[in-house]
């Protein structure tokens, strides 16, 4: 089931609860808890994969970029080397 199934389901509940007048439980709270803990959850995990994939993206370039100035770098201290003999 996803996320959306079960805030489509809470918006019913509390649909039932404040127009029907039904009756709710403490049980039912609990579960209503629960769920509501398990989808906050769920969802902050799917955000701390998101942006360490995005870390991992950027890491890349960096290292490239790393190595281009180690290669220029290098390619100066040649150059100077060269000028000096």
Known sequence: MNVAGVVKDWLLIGF???VI???V???NLLGYGVAFLGVTYYNYL???AM???E???VQ???EEDAKLLEEREGAAVGKKDDDEA
Do not use: H
Request: charge should be positive.
């Open 55 to 57: 870390a991992q993206k």
């Open 51 to 53: 942006t360490s994939k």
């Open 25 to 27: 439980t403490m049980v």
């Open 21 to 23: 007048r039904d009756t």
């Open 46 to 48: 799917k955000f701390q």
């Open 16 to 18: 039932s609860w404040r």
């Open 60 to 62: 890349p370039a960096d």
